[in-house]
């Protein structure tokens, strides 16, 4: 690592004080935490100073100014790090963030989460330089794009071509007094009432999106995932078919995991009359559908795959599965979809050279 790191102890961390000279960071409902021994009122002022605005070096230099000795900055910051307490920010990542103190203080809620161990630094830069599209303002779409846009992602834009009916409305997304709105304008609505300072701008034409997540309920057959694929830009499911809901695939075109017309032949294989059906199911317009808990628990879920995809984390669960979320009990079942060697997409042949 050239640059030093921005070393940051979450506003919501507890720094509790046991005695005059013995100061606990953390360590409160199962979490890890360090007891600082001794702790007069420097050692307490040097915790909250770690507002990841300073360098580490800065940090160093103004404690020693401040009348502590080198030793014990460094034994404090290598503990608390030592206890996964800091979170090393970039000098990037700041600023990343939107100016003001209420920007600030949104994003400070986010960072943690977004940069979330030692060695991720850059991240919430990365997602705050993300766009994403999704593709119809449904009950899971909308209130996807608010959490998206929450979560610090730079640019979300929504587009539908609907207006907005009764059932569109839903917590977090279209409002009960959108009725008969272009659900677009609702969409763009509910992302400022989340986060007013994203852009909700369309992207001009030579730029692609990061992800492009298709909210309707049965995508495979639309040619807008066939021009996403050929066009090498990853997308994702996410939608709610009957009453249970759909997180995935998330397809990467391009590499070894299947694409949306994969699945669609494992179907076939299953079912020889499933293309006619699917045909049906794609061509009818289903409405709105799926209750508040199952639609916000998919946006949910499909949100913690498109924020993995955007900050570079492990790969994400969705790749090549979907996530299936259905009621009563809501609790996620993965069902895999290997890529089919039928398909041209060319992930079976990449998998098998991979294997080979
Ligand atoms: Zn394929």
Same mark, same amino acid.
């Given at each position: 690592m050239t640059e030093s790191p921005h070393p940051l102890l979450p506003t919501a961390t507890p720094v509790l004080r046991? %005695? %005059?000279d013995l100061v606990q960071v953390g360590g409160v409902d199962g979490r890890a935490g360090l007891r600082l021994h001794p702790a007069g009122t420097e050692v307490t002022a040097l915790l909250r100073g770690l507002d990841g605005r300073r360098s580490e070096r800065t940090v160093r230099s103004e404690s020693v100014a401040a009348g502590l000795p080198l030793e014990v900055v460094d034994d404090l910051l290598a503990g608390l790090r030592g206890a996964g307490l800091l979170h090393d920010l970039a000098a990037a990542d700041l600023l990343a963030t939107d100016p003001g103190p209420a920007a600030a203080a949104r994003a400070g809620l986010e960072l943690p989460a977004a940069v979330p161990r030692a060695g991720t630094a850059g991240r919430w830069r990365s997602r705050r330089q993300s766009a994403v599209v999704v593709d119809g303002a449904t009950r899971v779409g909308t209130p996807l794009a608010a959490v998206l846009a929450a979560s610090g992602v730079g640019r979300v834009h929504v587009r539908d071509r609907g207006a907005t009916r009764a059932g569109d409305a839903v917590v977090g997304g279209a409002t009960a007094a959108d009725e008969g709105r272009p659900r677009a304008l609702a969409a763009a609505d509910a992302v400022r009432r989340a986060s007013p300072l994203t852009d909700l701008r369309p992207l001009p034409p030579e730029r692609a999106p990061d992800l492009v997540v298709l909210c309707h309920p049965w995508a495979a057959a639309d040619p807008l995932s066939v021009a996403l694929q050929r066009a090498g830009t990853p997308h994702l499911v996410a939608t709610v078919r009957e009453e249970t809901g759909v997180v995935g695939p998330l397809v990467l075109p391009g590499t070894t995991s299947s694409c949306l017309r994969c699945a669609e032949a494992r179907r076939r294989d299953d079912d020889p009359a499933w293309p006619r059906l699917a045909a049906q199911l794609a061509g009818a317009d289903p409405g709105p559908s799926g209750a508040t808990v199952t639609c916000l628990l998919t946006a949910l879920t499909a949100a913690v795959q498109v924020l993995a995809l955007l900050d570079g984390a492990d790969e994400p669960g969705a790749v090549g599965a979907t996530l299936e979320l259905r009621p009563p009990d809501l609790l996620p079942r993965v069902r895999r979809w290997p890529p089919h060697p %039928? /398909? %041209? /997409?060319g992930a079976a042949a990449r998998l098998a050279a991979a294997g080979a």
């Open positions: 046991l %005695d %005059d %039928d /398909c %041209d /997409c």
